[in-house]
């Protein structure tokens, strides 16, 4: 099932709420929040306490994003502050299944996310254990950056992969993506669409939202 998952990254912060209702008036069904460290990736954004205040608001899936180093250290701090889904980066975290089933124990989603320049093969032992793999499709570290056109058959490839392996295992993918480009995405495989300038940078995010699950369904 094709679900948008609007990056709060690219939200007014001072208006954060409004924000929030205006996406699930769009039919946003996944909030992704970007968790950045200023370490893993050259930004500083959001923590725990502002999970905790949206869940407060809202019963949208929260999907924490983690550009971190040393994700284990935190990711089940996410999942108890309100978080639905978390991912850690293959890159950042040299214990991912412990990781993983740490998150699910504590009743998340799991997932393991990926750089454009990291293979696919990184993942091959620790597919089983993960919920989602979140393929990013630009360099993390900041919203509003163009789309690296590879991610297209890397994420075909890797749908073929959990094809093959019998695996449930659902694919997000998160960067450079608006209704331009949305249509080739799900063709390839991508269930879980971040979008963060394709929702907000129009200025009117409900319209945003309608508009991406609208591409994203009648793209053939
Ligand atoms: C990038 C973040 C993305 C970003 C997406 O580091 O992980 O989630 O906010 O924003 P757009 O859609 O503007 O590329
Ligand atoms: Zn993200």
């Known amino acids: 099932m094709l679900e948008?998952?609007?990056?709060?990254?690219?939200?007014d912060f001072t208006r954060l709420g409004e924000e929030i209702r205006a996406l699930?008036?769009?039919?946003?069904?996944?909030?992704?929040?970007?968790?950045?460290?200023?370490?893993?990736?050259?930004?500083?954004?959001?923590?725990?306490?502002?999970?905790?205040?949206?869940?407060?608001?809202?019963?949208?899936?929260?999907?924490?994003?983690?550009?971190?180093?040393?994700?284990?250290?935190?990711?089940?701090e996410f999942v108890?502050?309100?978080?639905?889904?978390?991912?850690?980066?293959?890159?950042?975290?040299?214990?991912?299944?412990?990781?993983?089933?740490?998150?699910?124990?504590a009743g998340g989603k799991a997932g393991i996310a990926i750089n454009p320049a990291t293979p696919l093969v990184s993942l091959e032992e620790a597919l089983p254990f993960a919920d989602f793999i979140l393929l990013m499709s630009v360099n993390p570290g900041f919203?509003?950056?163009?789309?690296?056109?590879?991610?297209?058959d890397k994420l075909r490839r890797l749908r073929q992969t959990?094809?093959?392996?019998?695996?449930?295992?659902?694919?997000?993918?998160?960067?450079?993506?608006d209704a331009a480009n949305i249509g080739e995405i799900v063709e390839a495989g991508a269930e879980i669409i971040v979008s963060?300038?394709?929702?907000?940078?129009?200025?009117?995010?409900?319209?945003?939202?309608?508009k991406l699950i609208d591409a994203g369904t009648n793209w053939t």
């Open 4 to 11: 948008i998952a609007p990056s709060i990254l690219s939200a």
């Open 80 to 105: 108890e502050a309100g978080a639905n889904m978390v991912s850690v980066h293959v890159e950042a975290d040299p214990h991912l299944q412990r990781t993983l089933i740490s998150i699910q124990e």
């Open 143 to 152: 919203g509003g950056q163009k789309f690296i056109y590879t991610a297209t």
């Open 196 to 210: 963060g300038t394709g929702i907000f940078g129009g200025g009117n995010p409900t319209e945003g939202v309608k």
């Open 24 to 76: 699930e008036a769009g039919g946003a069904t996944i909030l992704h929040v970007d968790v950045m460290d200023g370490r893993f990736v050259p930004n500083i954004t959001i923590g725990l306490p502002v999970v905790k205040s949206i869940r407060k608001m809202t019963d949208l899936t929260i999907d924490c994003h983690l550009m971190i180093v040393e994700p284990g250290r935190y990711a089940v």
């Open 162 to 177: 959990i094809i093959e392996r019998g695996l449930k295992t659902r694919i997000e993918i998160d960067g450079g993506i």
